[in-house]
């Protein structure tokens, strides 16, 4: 029972590197979602995504880009880290409806960037 | 635009009841969620909110008053492992977007 499972788990990058989160659920959810987690800020969302191949622009978007190319799978891109990405990201999903069905989130991923 | 606003940290004694507020602001509002985040971990769905009111579910109760602009979580009978945040969430309208209070972070001792 896996629900939704990220990777890596922690990363430690330097300054202009690039490199690619995955996300991944097994529980047939149509939306998708990445935030980021700061001390001191509630989790602000990124991108998000309402089915296969569409994705859109969240309240933080510059600097990642995003893809669902599966139905299953989201990823998170940072073309060139910077030391403000630093920060815990966490992935989610959930189902189109009912609305009140929950986001399920990830474990999350811990990216430093030196 | 949207604006929640909750106590960044509080007390309790084990066994006892605390209730942990949250004020909102929004120009459209599509329900409140209540999620538990241990240090480290994932947030965690607790509850769910859309008309005034009281859910119950075990040890834990939300309330909600749209016109007040008001929710409040209760935990009853706790347990040292409800030491966490309680992260009080809107969900936007026509989306499932959802804007994420700063979190209270609740400390429970013996």
């Known amino acids: 029972n896996a629900g939704v499972t990220q990777t890596p788990k922690f990363r430690v990058l330097k300054t202009g590197q690039s490199m690619t989160l995955l996300c991944a659920q097994d529980?047939?959810?149509?939306?998708m979602y990445w935030y980021r987690q700061d001390p001191g800020m509630g989790l602000r969302l990124i991108h998000y995504?309402?089915?296969?191949?569409?994705?859109a622009k969240g309240e933080v978007p510059d600097g990642y880009n995003v893809s669902r190319l599966k139905k299953q799978n989201f990823l998170l891109g940072l073309e060139s880290a910077a030391p403000s990405q630093t920060s815990v990201y966490f992935c989610?999903?959930?189902?189109?409806?009912?609305?009140?069905?929950?986001?399920?989130f990830g474990d999350g991923t811990r990216l430093s960037i030196l | 635009g949207q604006n929640i606003d909750q106590p960044t940290e509080m007390t309790a004694t084990e066994g006892a009841i605390v209730q942990i507020n949250c004020t909102y602001q929004?120009?459209?509002?599509?329900?409140l969620f209540w999620y538990q985040q241990h240090a480290g971990e994932a947030p965690t769905f607790l509850s769910y909110?859309?008309?005034?009111g009281l859910e119950e579910k075990g040890r834990f109760s939300s309330f909600l008053s749209r016109s007040k602009g008001y929710s409040y979580l209760l935990l009853k009978e706790l347990q040292m492992k409800d030491s966490a945040s309680y992260l009080c969430?809107?969900?936007?309208?026509?989306?499932?977007?959802?804007?994420f209070g700063t979190g209270t972070r609740l400390l429970v001792s013996p």
């Open positions: 969430v809107l969900r936007d309208t026509g989306f499932q977007k959802l804007v």
């Open positions: 529980m047939n959810h149509e939306y």
């Open positions: 909110n859309v008309l005034d």
């Open positions: 929004t120009s459209g509002f599509n329900g």
């Open positions: 995504s309402v089915g296969e191949g569409t994705t």
């Open positions: 989610a999903s959930s189902q189109r409806s009912p609305s009140n069905q929950p986001q399920h």
